[in-house]
């Protein structure tokens, strides 16, 4: 069965820290996709990035970037820059291949202090 | 554009009443997802549809939960009779072919269920 792990209940960082929010992943599909929610108090859930397992390039999207170690099984999540707004719960998700469904992790709260 | 649109926003019942919660998809998205949110259990995918058929609803906790979409731009999802442990925030999603590849998915507000 495919699983999606996230050992760190809650993390701090310092404004204009980089962050680091860890992502394991199990699975025996040869494709999958690895993505990353980032949910405010507010409650939306606003999807962040994706991974594809067979893409060479760690992905990018502005402040936000994915360490993927395939064979780790890791997909973290790098946040640079810290602001006050990314304050917020952020999950881990993985894309079954065979059903297209999404999985998540248990999620990380992360505080940025001023 | 409008986003997915969820209602009620809140919801308070006693335990044994029937509870709908209702959503409206993004206009030209085919695949809707109910996902259910507790401190416990975290996300879980309770039923997703694509144009408008069930695929995969193993996610349902049991019986007393049913979900249909009648068409394209409209879907519920029904407890009845409603119990304490039901009580969690229920979202609705959607997304497009291409969505499902990437993990895009389009959330609505969510709907906080309490059930007394």
């Known amino acids: 069965a495919q699983k999606i792990t996230q050992t760190q209940p809650g993390m701090f960082v310092q404004e204009k820290e980089a962050v680091t929010l860890d992502c394991t992943y199990d699975t025996s599909d040869q494709s999958y996709g690895l993505f990353w929610y980032k949910q405010p108090s507010s409650g939306e859930m606003i999807f962040l990035i994706y991974q594809g397992s067979y893409d060479e390039q760690n992905a990018t999207e502005g402040r936000y970037s994915l360490n993927f170690q395939k064979a780790r099984k890791s997909a973290n999540l790098v946040i640079s820059a810290s602001q006050l707004g990314d304050s917020a719960m952020y999950f881990c998700?993985?894309?079954?291949?065979?059903?297209?469904?999404?999985?998540f992790g248990q999620g990380t709260t992360l505080q940025v202090k001023p | 554009d409008a986003g997915v649109i969820q209602s009620p926003r809140h919801e308070v019942t006693e335990m044994g009443q029937e509870v709908t919660l209702r959503c409206k998809p993004i206009?030209?998205?085919?695949?809707l997802f109910w996902y259910r949110q507790t401190m416990m259990r975290g996300l879980e995918l309770l039923i997703y549809?694509?144009?408008?058929?069930?695929?995969?609803d193993s996610g349902m906790p049991e019986d007393r939960f049913s979900a249909k979409m009648p068409n394209a731009s409209f879907s519920t999802l029904k407890i009845q009779p409603s119990e304490p442990r039901d009580s969690a925030v229920y979202f609705c999603?959607?997304?497009?072919?291409?969505?499902?590849?990437?993990?895009?998915?389009?959330f609505g507000e969510g709907s906080r269920l309490t059930v007394l």
């Open positions: 549809f694509n144009n408008n058929v069930p695929i995969d």
């Open positions: 999603a959607s997304t497009f072919l291409a969505g499902v590849a990437t993990g895009e998915l389009f």
């Open positions: 998700a993985m894309r079954e291949a065979n059903t297209g469904k999404l999985i």
């Open positions: 206009s030209g998205h085919d695949y």
